[in-house]
């Protein structure tokens, strides 16, 4: 069952939804809970935030999704397994997200943790998100929705960025254009400019690389606080091999993962390189690349203001090198200021692109994502009576009429 219960296409009030977001990004390092109440006003939707949380994955979980993710090869067997151990993580996850709405919660939207997103000569020919939402449903009792990337990849879009319908929302251009950052694994950007379509893309790594690297060298899975790469300076001829990536210099729409960014892509950057690299100064110049490549494409859409969310912004060397290279011309600020928690903003979107599916309106934005049209999100797991339908007589025989 795709979209929501209503057919109408719009919805003009209603009762308030409690809606449990949960998200798991490029980096796969846990799940990030949150849970809203969704009222419409109007025109205006309203958005009470009602907690989020974090739960990390553990140790043994991290290990095995990047042990299937690209470019390793895996079996239908491991994909099974894996499916069915995250959809327990996420069916925990999301009785967390309900008791955060108070013990009740009308439907809560799984992202699922991404293992494969396919893209062919520029274009997205389909995505897997992994994460059993039955198991989800069965935990909590009210309908999951899941699979929200490809009803867009359907119609011809990335199925990537989806969090620019949520920037559009939350941005008001005002005289200039305005950016939304996000720095998860991979950095995506959602700019709103005066009488012009929203637009938005993923620019390239943010934490993708940069964690690689950390596990790679330090043993650890990030490098917390970018401490290393603070103490280490960036390496040109890395850097200028780096940037060279084909990537950055497509046009929009486009959208990326680790299909590209990995820690084989970082080994034959080095390797090229012909010289050892200190790991300090690996990471400094991983550093430097997403800022740079950040900073660019703000600069490419003349921003004068950059809203950031995500891990990325708990990097203190990643955020004031952000914020040197915008100097004078954007400000750099978190969507705290904006009362959404900076970790927890992608699971808010989610949580909103439930509400607009279960009224029937689309989620995602054909100007970002390239489709054809613009797709309600999603598929819908039901558990019970799907949507507060009353409860039939259980049949025991069935005619066939002729």
Not at 125 to 136: F, I, M, N
Not at 296 to 302: I, K, L, P, S, V
Not at 338 to 344: E, T
Not at 355 to 367: T, Y
Request: hydrophobic share 45%; charged share 20%.
């Amino acid at each position: 069952m795709s979209g929501g219960p209503s057919s109408t296409g719009s919805v003009k009030g209603g009762p308030s939804l409690r809606i449990v977001g949960l998200m798991s990004g490029t980096s796969y390092d846990g799940v990030d809970v949150a849970a809203g109440e969704f009222t419409l006003d109007g025109d205006t939707l309203r958005l009470r935030p009602l907690g989020h949380r974090e739960l990390a994955y553990p140790d043994d979980l991290r290990e095995r999704i990047g042990a299937l993710l690209p470019p390793a090869a895996t079996t239908i067997e491991a994909v099974c397994r894996l499916d069915n151990r995250l959809g327990e993580v996420f069916a925990e996850a999301a009785a967390v997200g309900v008791e955060l709405a108070g013990g009740a919660a009308d439907a809560v939207v799984s992202h699922g943790q991404t293992v494969f997103h396919w893209v062919d000569g520029g274009r997205v020919r389909g995505t897997l998100q992994l994460g059993a939402p039955a198991r989800v449903a069965a935990r909590v009792g009210v309908p999951v929705l899941h699979d929200l990337r490809s009803a867009d990849v359907a119609a011809g879009g990335q199925g990537a960025p989806l969090v620019p319908a949520f920037d559009a929302l939350l941005l008001d251009a005002g005289a200039s254009p305005r950016a939304a950052l996000n720095l998860g694994g991979i950095a995506n950007l959602t700019v709103v400019a005066p009488g012009a379509p929203v637009l938005g893309y993923d620019v390239g790594p943010a934490n993708a690389l940069l964690d690689a690297a950390a596990r790679r060298f330090l043993g650890r899975p990030c490098d917390v606080d970018g401490a290393r790469a603070a103490a280490g300076r960036v390496h040109g001829a890395l850097l200028s091999r780096l940037l060279a990536e084909p990537y950055y210099a497509a046009p929009p729409p486009k959208s990326t993962g680790k299909e590209l960014f990995h820690g084989g892509y970082l080994d034959a950057a080095l390797a090229a390189v012909g010289e050892p690299v200190a790991a300090d100064d690996v990471l400094a110049t991983l550093t430097e690349l997403t800022a740079r490549t950040v900073a660019d494409a703000c600069d490419r859409h003349r921003v004068t203001e950059v809203v950031a969310a995500g891990g990325g912004v708990r990097n203190p060397t990643l955020r004031a090198r952000l914020a040197a290279l915008g100097a004078g011309r954007w400000r750099l600020r978190t969507t705290d200021e904006l009362g959404v928690p900076a970790q927890a903003k992608e699971a808010y979107a989610f949580a909103l692109l439930g509400w607009l599916s279960w009224h029937g309106l689309p989620g995602a934005v054909p100007s970002v994502t390239g489709a054809t049209r613009a797709a309600v999100l999603g598929s819908w797991t039901p558990a019970g009576p799907p949507f507060g339908a009353p409860t039939p007589v259980s049949p025991r025989r069935l005619v066939v009429a002729s």
